[in-house]
């Protein structure tokens, strides 16, 4: 009776090791947060009406 709980256990860490591995693997890849360049010239503004939106400004 104990074999093929055993059998079963070790499919189930063999699954969840795999899946530990690729989510690493994944986040590395593409998870660190690709952030944009800092633009170098200032936004224009014509009278009200900037040229990004408010939300981005930084203040």
Same mark, same amino acid.
């Given at each position: 009776?104990?074999? %093929?709980? #055993?059998?079963? =256990?070790? =499919?189930?860490?063999? $699954?969840?090791? =795999?899946? @530990?591995? &690729?989510?690493? #693997? $994944? $986040? @590395?890849?593409? &998870?660190? &947060?690709? #952030? %944009? ?5 200032? !936004? *224009?503004?014509?009278?009200?009406? %900037?040229? @990004? !939106?408010?939300? =981005? *400004?930084?203040?």
């Amino acid at each position: 009776m104990t074999g %093929p709980i #055993v059998v079963v =256990l070790l =499919l189930l860490a063999a $699954v969840t090791l =795999l899946g @530990v591995i &690729g989510t690493v #693997v $994944v $986040v @590395v890849r593409d &998870g660190r &947060g690709r #952030v %944009p360049a800092e633009r170098s010239d200032r !936004p *224009w503004m014509a009278g009200n009406l %900037p040229s @990004v !939106p408010y939300s =981005l *400004w930084r203040f």
